[in-house]
């Protein structure tokens, strides 16, 4: 039996504990996050473990983590940092043809005037996004540019507290009323997607982010082979293994949004026949 360490015991965790198990695989917990570690007496050790899922989140944790149990991991740090730079990846792959929204990086602090460009470069309204955080957390859509300016002045008072290492934030257009998937790619694979939909109240009541944290519903979909094709092929191009590929669709056209080196599982039904293979043939070929 090989012995798999996760990092987070969510959703993931437990589904893919008993598929995992069925194919030769012990999913085990390293919890790394709101914790203690005992140096002298360390919880796990070297020969533990043969294979790690999915680094952990927070670099320093994971790199105590890491240094304890010395394994490679299916995503392994340089993944999970490629594809937390959300900037970075739509540089990443627009530099190899791959269809990505309009975007402006902004590496506060900046002018005023710099502001001003970047904003009226863009048919508003704009998306404004922190570079590195996740969920959803802190996008916001602006119509004007007053209202731009007071965006940018939030995060500015955020990044003047020290422990704000990531000062920087994309202004993306705005894509309304686009279909948004998120894509399932296993060892360059495409292996099933969802839809993600708010419900029709929070549509009406004017609410646009389609993220399952944030009350939209996930359900199993069929992609063309055009998009299977743009999902397969972003995560080609930064090399991460087990990745998740966010897709936005419009009438005449898609474009990746972001992507995730820690996507959660859906439920099995909403994949392709032999996802759970997949990986863990992925898992077997990622052991040392």
């Not at 996050?33 to 005992?38: H, Y």
């Not at 898609?254 to 293979?277: C, H, L, Q, S």
Request: glycine share 8%.
């Amino acid at each position: 039996m090989l012995n798999l360490a996760i990092a987070y015991r969510k959703e993931t965790f437990e589904r893919l504990r008993d598929p995992l198990a069925e194919r030769g695989i012990r999913v085990r917990h390293v919890p790394s996050e709101s914790r203690t570690f005992d140096l002298a007496d360390p919880p796990w050790g070297p020969g533990e473990f043969d294979a790690g899922f999915v680094y952990p989140s927070r670099m320093m944790e994971g790199g105590v983590v890491d240094g304890l149990l010395d394994i490679p991991w299916v995503n392994d740090r340089e993944a999970v940092l490629i594809s937390r730079n959300k900037g970075g990846v739509i540089a990443r792959l627009e530099r190899v043809g791959i269809p990505v929204p309009k975007t402006v990086v902004v590496s506060n602090p900046v002018e005023e005037a710099d502001l001003v460009d970047a904003f009226e470069a863009f048919d508003p309204p704009v998306v404004v996004k922190p570079n590195s955080t996740t969920r959803g957390t802190g996008i916001a859509k602006v119509d004007d540019v007053d209202s731009f300016l007071g965006v940018v002045d939030y995060l500015n008072l955020v990044h003047d507290y020290r422990a704000t290492g990531d000062k920087s934030f994309l202004v993306q257009e705005y894509l309304p009323e686009a279909v948004d998937y998120r894509a399932m790619v296993v060892d360059g694979e495409y292996v099933g997607a969802v839809e993600r939909r708010l419900p029709e109240d929070a549509l009406t009541a004017g609410r646009w982010k389609h993220n399952v944290h944030r009350g939209a519903e996930a359900r199993g979909v069929r992609l063309s082979e055009e998009y299977r094709n743009i999902a397969e092929r972003t995560a080609e191009a930064l090399g991460i293994p087990f990745c998740g590929v966010d897709l936005l669709a419009v009438a005449d056209r898609v474009v990746v949004n972001e992507t995730n080196a820690r996507p959660t599982i859906d439920v099995e039904t909403k994949y392709e026949n032999g996802f759970y293979d997949r990986l863990a043939e992925l898992v077997r070929t990622t052991r040392r």
